[in-house]
């Protein structure tokens, strides 16, 4: 595969703030969850979510985790050089990312139906997105 | 699932294609929170009315933008092949 360097420096920029973009909001909400006190919302919009999230405690460590993994494991599998030099490692990460992937599908899937914080007003719209991705 | 199941095939070209769209997907979580971020600042809508269209927003735009890379790296492929072919027949000349 031959890409100019151009479009792929900009690629990787865009993969790498978003994981980090990622990787922030499962920190974030972890945190809430454990310290919730500490790391909560007080008041609005954001306290009613985290209030949504901390209900469902356990099914939300179930998604956000693997979700972690994913985002932070999968831009590896991607560096051809990665690839090249521990292609079992490839092989072994790939196949914990698969399991990572189903986890956190059917967990979505169960959130979408369980949590209510999730925009009432459209169910039928956000229930299907897990369905749909 | 698919992109396994390639991998598990030896289809290298179609594994790397079914990762990038899973990629592209598992990245739309992280294009989320800046769209809800925007539909937060400018208060228009309440949070019920505009998480249902950010996480359409978020997740559409990476799977389009997984899409749209996939298309290009394969464009470029055919390019290349068609350079590499095209090159014996210049050098003569």
Same mark, same amino acid.
């Given at each position: 595969?031959?890409?100019?360097?151009?479009?792929?420096?900009?690629?990787? /920029?865009? $993969?790498?703030?978003?994981?980090?973009?990622?990787?922030?909001? $499962?920190?974030?909400r972890?945190?809430a969850l $454990?310290?919730p006190?500490? &790391?909560s919302g007080?008041?609005g919009a954001a306290a009613g979510l985290d209030a949504g999230f901390a209900r469902q405690a356990?099914l939300t /460590?179930?998604h956000?985790? =693997?979700?972690?993994? &994913?985002?932070?494991?999968?831009?590896?599998? /991607?560096? =051809?050089? /990665?690839?090249?030099?521990?292609?079992?490692?490839? %092989?072994?990460?790939?196949?914990?990312? *698969?399991?990572?992937?189903?986890?956190?599908? *059917?967990?979505?899937?169960?959130m979408s139906f369980k949590m209510t914080s999730a925009a009432p007003? %459209?169910?039928?719209?956000l229930?299907?997105?897990?369905? &749909? &991705? | 699932?698919?992109?396994? #199941?390639? !991998?598990?095939?030896? +289809?290298?070209?179609?594994?790397?294609?079914?990762?990038?769209?899973?990629?592209?997907?598992?990245?739309?979580?992280?294009?989320?929170?800046?769209?809800?971020?925007? #539909?937060?600042? #400018?208060?228009?809508?309440?949070p019920h009315?505009?998480f249902?269209?950010?996480?359409?927003?978020?997740?559409?735009?990476? #799977?389009?933008?997984?899409? !749209?890379?996939?298309?290009?790296?394969?464009?470029?492929?055919?390019?290349?092949?068609?350079?590499?072919? +095209?090159?014996?027949?210049?050098?003569?000349?």
């Amino acid at each position: 595969m031959s890409v100019p360097k151009r479009a792929s420096r900009l690629l990787w /920029f865009a $993969v790498i703030f978003l994981v980090v973009i990622g990787i922030a909001a $499962v920190t974030r909400r972890s945190l809430a969850l $454990v310290w919730p006190h500490c &790391f909560s919302g007080n008041a609005g919009a954001a306290a009613g979510l985290d209030a949504g999230f901390a209900r469902q405690a356990a099914l939300t /460590f179930v998604h956000i985790l =693997p979700g972690a993994l &994913f985002l932070s494991l999968a831009p590896f599998q /991607f560096a =051809p050089g /990665f690839r090249q030099r521990h292609l079992r490692l490839h %092989r072994a990460m790939g196949t914990g990312l *698969v399991i990572s992937a189903v986890i956190i599908g *059917v967990s979505a899937l169960i959130m979408s139906f369980k949590m209510t914080s999730a925009a009432p007003t %459209r169910p039928p719209l956000l229930r299907c997105t897990p369905l &749909f &991705f | 699932m698919k992109a396994y #199941f390639y !991998a598990k095939a030896r +289809q290298i070209e179609r594994h790397r294609e079914w990762m990038i769209r899973t990629f592209g997907v598992g990245l739309g979580v992280a294009t989320t929170r800046p769209i809800v971020g925007m #539909f937060f600042a #400018f208060r228009r809508m309440t949070p019920h009315e505009f998480f249902g269209i950010a996480f359409w927003l978020g997740f559409t735009i990476t #799977f389009i933008a997984a899409e !749209a890379w996939i298309d290009y790296t394969r464009y470029q492929d055919i390019r290349t092949a068609r350079i590499t072919e +095209q090159a014996p027949e210049h050098v003569a000349v």
